[in-house]
């Protein structure tokens, strides 16, 4: 225990003995070891904490890694800009379309009507 021999430990404890007396040895060595296992407890506590922010700085990394690679690939990728889409949209050709459309369902619900009638009159 902390690099010392069984010599070293028996005559550190004839000289507490000395000093302490056999009445107060008892307590003493009590309040040493809830004094360790405290020192003990908190370094403990130290080194999960300080792994979690290990951890926690190596999650925020590969994040930012991440949000890099695809900020990268978006940006090579060919997507139509926005002021694009819009002009698209309101072009004439698309209203012109979809006027087109409207009278091909207008006609269409017309021709169900007719044959409708025709089945109700037959």
Do not use: C
Request: glycine share 4%.
């Amino acid at each position: 225990m902390f690099g010392m021999g069984l010599g070293e430990i028996l005559f550190i404890a004839v000289i507490a003995i000395v000093f302490l007396g056999p009445e107060k040895l008892p307590d003493a060595m009590i309040k040493t070891a809830k004094f360790f296992r405290a020192v003990k407890k908190h370094l403990t506590e130290a080194k999960t904490a300080l792994d979690q922010e290990i951890n926690l700085s190596q999650l925020k990394s590969d994040a930012l890694e991440y949000k890099q690679k695809l900020t990268d690939d978006l940006t090579k990728t060919d997507l139509p800009k926005t002021d694009d889409l819009k002009k698209a949209i309101d072009s004439p050709k698309i209203e012109e379309t979809s006027r087109e459309v409207r009278d091909l369902f207008s006609d269409l619900a017309g021709n169900v009507k007719k044959i409708d009638d025709q089945i109700k009159n037959a």
